[in-house]
């Protein structure tokens, strides 16, 4: 593992300390009048996703993690897992659901997402900002319903359901933001 000092901190960088893997939010180099100064950091869990604040002195050295990210197809469902093969070696890895966390309510066969993996564990996943799906399955909507704000829920092929606007139908291709699932457009 390389060593790198508190001095060359950046956000998004990750860090194997004693107790987890932790990826920087937030830093703040500190210099107070009297004393030493220190790195005030707040880290999140990349393992169970809680937040902590810590402080570190200055130029204190902490081990970087290697986070590798490699692209992925998804190809198919095994169970409850999820078949990816690494688009480069065209090797076929098996994905827990906990692994993939929110990521798994956006894949459908073919879809492409990155993986974050330290060694052959997988720490997360980055997914395009929006994706297009198919709405599987949805009521009618009724003209001049407009108690719920012009929305009606709907499931999407991959099972999640969201709220839609009244004039989407089955069968009907939708942008799908991932980051808040909520319906954007018609695709």
């Given at each position: 593992m390389p060593t790198i000092t508190t001095n060359d901190l950046k956000n998004g960088m990750t860090l194997e300390?004693?107790?987890?893997l932790f990826q920087i939010?937030?830093?703040q180099h500190v210099k107070p009048g009297k004393g030493h100064a220190f790195v005030r950091t707040s880290l999140r869990n990349v393992r169970a996703g809680g937040?902590?604040?810590?402080?570190?002195?200055?130029?204190?050295?902490?081990?970087?993690?290697?986070i590798d990210k490699r692209?992925?197809?998804?190809?198919?469902?095994?169970?409850?897992d999820y078949v990816f093969m690494d688009n480069e070696t065209y090797e076929q890895i098996n994905v827990s659901p906990d692994a993939l966390g929110e990521t798994g309510n956006y894949i459908v066969d073919g879809s492409t997402a990155i993986l974050?993996?330290?060694?052959?564990?997988?720490v997360g996943t980055d997914m395009a900002a929006a994706v297009e799906l198919t709405i599987a399955q949805t009521e009618p909507g009724l003209q001049?319903?407009?108690?719920?704000?012009?929305?009606?829920?709907?499931?999407?092929?991959?099972?999640?359901?969201?709220?839609?606007?009244l004039f989407i139908e089955p069968g009907?291709?939708?942008k799908i933001d991932t980051r808040s699932g909520e319906y954007l457009s018609r695709a």
């Open positions: 300390l004693d107790d987890g939010v937030d830093f937040t902590v604040e810590r402080t570190f002195r200055a130029g204190e050295k902490v081990e970087r993690a290697t692209e992925m197809n998804f190809l198919y469902r095994d169970g409850d974050l993996m330290f060694g052959t564990e997988i001049g319903d407009r108690s719920s704000g012009g929305t009606k829920p709907a499931t999407l092929e991959t099972g999640l359901v969201i709220q839609v606007p009907e291709r939708v």
